[in-house]
């Protein structure tokens, strides 16, 4: 059985509609990385052999993550590089947060 033409005229218009948004956008800037080095309490940031070891929340003291410097640059991009990386995926829109870390 096939569809009427409405019906797929209908669908069309309703997936129109949807827009995609990326509501775990993180972002920071290259002061609040510095900041994040320069302090010795938690949260703080420190550059080990394996990479970039990031202590979370004071309450946390064990959680703690290693990850490398492409990530903090990619964090730290508000260049066409991210918009092309939303439009290859299909974002429109993203909120962007200020990455705890």
Do not use: W
């Amino acid at each position: 059985m096939t569809e009427q033409p409405k019906t797929q005229e209908v669908r069309l218009r309703t997936l129109q509609l949807v827009h995609r948004v990326d509501c775990e956008s993180r972002f920071f800037n290259e002061s609040y990385i510095r900041c994040l080095y320069q302090r010795k309490t938690l949260p703080r940031t420190e550059t080990v052999a394996e990479g970039i070891l990031e202590y979370m929340d004071p309450s946390l003291l064990n959680v703690r993550h290693i990850h490398g410097k492409k990530l903090d640059d990619e964090l730290s991009d508000l260049a066409p590089s991210r918009i092309k990386t939303m439009t290859n995926g299909g974002v429109e829109k993203a909120i962007l947060n200020l990455r705890t870390p």
